[in-house]
């Protein structure tokens, strides 16, 4: 077994073994209906059974590879492979912590501002109610070169729990009650409301963005660190060394049209870019900000997540600590099934391939992420 292949059946262990010990506690009081998590402690000997087996060769191999990964591992000086993206940028980012920006994903909120510069997008429902209108979370590592982004919003508690995962400070403005005991949580850093006003016609809850130098200002106040701090729960996804083509079981996927009535969330693939161009309310997702760029993702992670209503005003919280729920991974063209796995607040999703049950390699990119609430998992259409 390759040492990269005992360290994804590790984490498997650690991940089944963390999931038993929280399966309980959940997301914090949600008062779910949903039934608790069932752990197969089965698989947990079957797991370590393999690490143990493993540990041998690993020890005659380890040095080998290592050498042999150091000699072939491409270098860039000055540069270094983003933990968010695994694409080149400048190595002074190396320790800088990324934000997670509460993007308003109403229709009168548009055209977005910047958010073409970031890295991972996450596509969530933020209520039960306006056809379950969905709001944007986008991870951005090189926050210092932004001029506009935006517009801002509100959160929710699921937001903080994601925003962890990458030890992200949250950017937002404000939220309902409900948020105030995680934004309390000890992993949780945030700014919320005080960015810049711009005049662009529309009504005041349509015009705060992240404007130039508002995030050096609010660091400088606060007691926040700009680099990852003792929270950092470590690299997320594990990027592939050569270019992934889903193979055997994998099904064609030109288009992905999520099940999110407002705006209609469709992902498209572009042969020439080799990408999924973003479309939301019937149009092309562009961004004034860079030349009317298109929001276009190398990769796509379609997650099946339950969730609980908080309230008949449709506030609510995914979820979002769970195991074995289906999800998809979709690159190049095609899709395959794949399970997530969410053991904490604060560690990361990671998804298992529904057919080796090993941790899959994703593409070098950007990464697209919805959660599709589970009472609408069966409309999510692929073609």
């Known amino acids: 077994m390759k040492k990269n292949e005992l360290k994804k059946k590790s984490m498997a262990l650690f991940l089944v073994i963390a999931m038993a010990a929280s399966a309980l506690a959940g997301c914090g009081d949600k008062k779910t209906e949903e039934p608790a998590t069932e752990i197969n402690f089965a698989d947990i000997a079957d797991v370590k059974e393999d690490t143990q087996s493993a540990t ?8 080998v590879e290592e050498t042999t990964e150091e000699a072939e591992e491409e270098t860039r000086e000055g540069m270094y492979r983003s933990e968010l993206t695994n694409e080149w940028i400048d190595e002074s980012l190396k320790n800088q912590r990324p934000i997670a ?16 510069e970031a890295d ?33 919003r509100s959160t929710r508690p699921t937001n903080i729990m994601l925003a962890a995962e990458w030890n992200a400070v949250l950017c937002h403005d404000g939220g309902p009650f409900y948020i105030n005991d995680w934004l309390a949580k000890d992993y949780s850093n945030n700014f919320s409301g005080g960015f810049a006003r711009v005049n662009n016609g529309k009504s005041r809850e349509f015009t705060e963005y992240i404007c130039t130098g508002d995030l050096d200002k609010k660091f400088s106040s606060s007691n926040y660190s700009t680099e990852y701090n003792e929270h950092y729960p470590g690299t997320h996804y594990v990027f592939a060394k050569s270019e992934v083509n889903l193979g055997d079981g994998a099904i064609d996927c030109t288009e992905i049209e999520l099940p999110f009535p407002h705006n209609s969330s469709k992902l498209t693939y572009n042969e020439s870019t080799g990408t999924y161009d973003y479309y939301e309310y019937g149009k092309a997702h562009k961004d004034p900000l860079h030349d009317n760029k298109q929001l276009t993702f190398k990769n796509l992670l379609i997650q099946d997540t339950t969730f609980h209503q908080l309230d008949d005003n449709g506030y609510l919280i995914y979820n979002a600590i769970d195991s074995g729920r289906d999800a998809y991974y979709i690159t190049n063209g095609k899709a395959i099934e794949v399970t997530w796995i969410k053991a904490s607040e604060a560690a990361p999703t990671i998804y298992l391939d529904k057919a080796t049950g090993e941790q899959i390699e994703i593409n070098t990119g950007k990464t697209y992420v919805a959660l599709v609430p589970s009472d609408s998992w069966k409309d999510v259409v692929i073609k």
């Open 120 to 152: 991972v997008v996450y596509e969530i429902m933020n209520s039960t109610a306006n056809g379950r209108i969905t709001r944007l979370m986008c991870v951005v590592k090189d926050w210092g070169n932004i001029k506009q982004f935006g517009s801002i």
């Open 101 to 116: 920006v509460m993007v308003d994903n109403e229709s009168t909120a548009l055209p977005h501002y910047g958010v073409t």
């Open 56 to 63: 041998e060769q690993q020890v005659e191999t380890e040095a």
